[in-house]
């Protein structure tokens, strides 16, 4: 069994690791310009199933986000826009996946509570370097890292 994780944003990543938390692809959210690149995502998402023979258990993180008047509109419809994009794809492929809470993937990390977003982002960084000191220093795929670690650790029942 294998386990993909997905951090959406379009600073996000994508990590396929496999049942012993070896890192078999990692990939940054592919765009064009401002957009996602529908084609490559299509393709990564084929990849994956095909290196896991059709045996991979996928987990995207979600976010509640809330609009206060005016505020925060263009970032409501850019973060829904991703999902949609994403559970798309995912459906297509025939790929069930599960939703994730960053408050859910991240519970079990020392040291997280009561950090600000930047410390925060510092620090999961620094814990998914620790775990796997060749994955590459970036948020996103740090983060799908560490929610692909925690779909494992879920489906394993360590979680």
Known sequence: M???????GKLGGI??????E?????RKMPMIGKDYD???LDTIFKDAWAESNAQCKVFVETKVVTVKGKEGRT?????????GILHGLLTANLMGFELVTGAKWSAGIPGLSGLERDPRKKK?????GQLCPTLPKNSGICDA???????RM???GMK
């Open 145 to 151: 890292y560490l929610i692909a670690r925690y779909g």
């Open 154 to 156: 879920k489906h394993l």
């Open 22 to 26: 070896m890192v078999m692809s990692w």
């Open 15 to 20: 990590v396929l690791i496999d049942k012993d």
């Open 124 to 128: 999961l960084k620094h814990y998914a």
């Open 2 to 8: 294998n386990y993909l994780g997905i951090d959406p």
């Open 75 to 83: 970032s409501l419809w850019t973060n829904g826009y991703g999902h």
């Open 38 to 40: 529908l084609g490559e």
